[in-house]
């Protein structure tokens, strides 16, 4: 299994940046894909980036030229720099992994236990 554990959400003024991390543990090396989810009370989660490992890094239309994300294969880690934050951005963000160990098994999603976002107007 895989085990995620995301930091760096808060409060910001509206403009403002955070820096969200997730790092994955456990069996790693079936990760293929990670990235962020969110979710605000009374919508559906809906994707905000992911990246997929070796390719290309897709961003929802909402948040593109503001937010980035990045990957250090090293730690395990992604990361999500959000600038010029909306009010409309906050919510919950959720890290995401898909994985899969081998051709015959499964891809299977892992998520983090969310971490919120507030923008204050």
């Known amino acids: 299994q895989v085990e995620l554990v995301e930091s760096g959400g808060g409060l910001v003024q509206a403009g403002g940046s955070l820096r969200l991390s997730c790092t994955a543990s456990?069996?790693?090396?079936?990760?293929?894909?990670m990235g962020w989810y969110r979710q605000s009370p009374g919508k559906e989660r809906e994707v905000v980036a992911v990246k997929t490992f070796g390719g290309s890094t897709d961003y929802a239309d909402s948040v593109k030229g503001r937010f980035t994300l990045s990957r250090d294969n090293a730690k395990n880690t992604v990361y999500l720099q959000m600038n010029s934050l909306k009010p409309e951005d906050a919510a919950v963000y959720y890290c995401n992994a898909r994985a899969k160990w081998s051709i015959e098994s499964p891809v299977q999603h892992f998520w983090g236990q969310g971490t919120q976002v507030f923008v204050s107007s």
């Open positions: 456990g069996r790693t090396r079936g990760i293929y894909v």
